[in-house]
Structures are given as C-alpha cells and as structure tokens.
C-alpha cells in the first residue's frame, strides 16, 4: 500500500471513531425524564425503511417509547408539510434530519 492510501484509511478510520463518540455521547444524556419533556413539546415523523429514523430512535435507547411520533407510511395525511423524514416538529417549526439530544433539548427547553 502506499503512502496516499495509507492517508485515506487513516481519514476513514478517524471519521468514524469521530461520529461514533458524537452518537455515544448523546446516548449518556437521555434520561427518562428528557424523554418524556422532548415527547411532550415535540413531534417526531418518521417513515418505515428510513436508516436515519432508525439512527435517532437509537439515540433514544428504551426511552423511544417516550416520544411522539408519526410514521408518514401509515399516517400519510398528517405528513403533508414533511419533506423528508427524520423531521422534529417543534413549536411548529420543522427541523429536519437527525438531531443531536442537545439540540432537542434547546430546542424544547428540556
């Protein structure tokens, strides 16, 4: 291998190692009770299939359950102003993508 492919793979390695601390430190801040505060000032819409939906309901852990959601699959007519999932719906504004635990917390007062 040479020198240029070493670099490459070094990159990748240190990309990952990157986001996989960004998503094991927002696990360490969910607790039951931000759970349930981030379901009840907010609306999560979802959609079967997506691996980004998937990615921030693992960010919840057990206390997904806490959470309002929509899956736009099965609830179509209550998505019309969603245009990609995953989107939080906050004091009636969408954010869309996955979001950080910090940020919903500031985002909902949590």
């Known amino acids: 291998m040479n020198n240029q492919n070493w670099v ?3 990159i990748v390695l240190a990309i990952l190692v990157f986001a996989y601390f960004v ?3 927002d696990k360490t801040q969910v607790t039951e009770e ?3 505060c981030i379901g009840q000032k907010s609306t999560l819409y979802v ?3 997506c691996t980004h939906c998937k990615t921030q309901e693992e960010m ?3 206390y997904y359950q806490y959470l309002t959601f929509i899956d736009c ?3 179509r007519e209550k ?3 969603i245009e990609g999932t995953p989107t939080w719906k906050i004091n009636g504004i969408n954010y869309k993508g996955i979001q950080s635990i ?3 917390r500031e985002l909902t007062g949590c």
Do not use: H, N, P
Request: hydrophobic share 40%; proline share 0%; glycine share 8%.
């Open 8 to 10: 490459s793979v070094i």
């Open 23 to 25: 998503i094991t430190r």
């Open 34 to 36: 931000v759970a349930q």
């Open 47 to 49: 959609q079967l299939g």
């Open 60 to 62: 919840f852990g057990d």
């Open 73 to 75: 699959v099965y609830e």
């Open 79 to 81: 998505c019309s102003d």
């Open 102 to 104: 910090e940020k919903l």
